[in-house]
């Protein structure tokens, strides 16, 4: 994304700055490859590949199959406090579910659905959540009265 803005522009909704706004990336994958393709060449670094073209994931080796010695980058993101302050600040749901699949993989799991069984046995024991037992709030609710 290119442009400019005039430098008197108030932000359309709150008035104020800062504006913050959330853009749903629909292919993740495409848009680290974007990024990262512009970010090496505006540092001088010469790429073939065209920055708007879909990632090809075909051509990646099989997962954790990469020499050590083939290393060129190396991807640090922010500490988690930072991403969770922004998760919170915005309310940003598909942060919230990437925290969860990150968390995941610390736990030696790759998918959603094992990461929240993950979370449950090690995360919300630690706040001192108890989830409802379904089985009894499900005939403690068949057994009211309707009204």
Not at 47 to 59: F, G, I, Q, Y
Not at 75 to 97: C, R
Request: net charge positive; aromatic share 6%; hydrophobic share 40%.
């Amino acid at each position: 994304m290119a442009g400019s803005v005039p430098i008197d522009l108030v932000p359309p909704l709150t008035g104020k700055f800062p504006l913050v706004r959330t853009v749903r990336i629909v292919e993740p994958a495409n848009y680290a490859r974007t990024v990262l393709i512009e970010l090496l060449r505006k540092n001088g670094v010469r790429v073939d590949a065209s920055a708007d073209k879909p990632n090809p994931v075909t051509l990646l080796l099989p997962e954790r199959r990469y020499p050590a010695d083939a290393k060129v980058a190396k991807l640090t993101g922010l500490p988690y406090a930072e991403n969770a302050k922004f998760v919170m600040k915005v309310s940003y749901n598909i942060g919230a579910d990437a925290s969860l699949l990150l968390f995941g993989l610390t736990q030696g799991v790759d998918n959603m659905d094992a990461a929240l069984v993950r979370s449950g046995t090690s995360l919300l024991p630690a706040t001192g959540y108890r989830p409802p037992n379904t089985a009894s709030s499900t005939a403690r609710a068949a057994a009211r009265p309707e009204r």
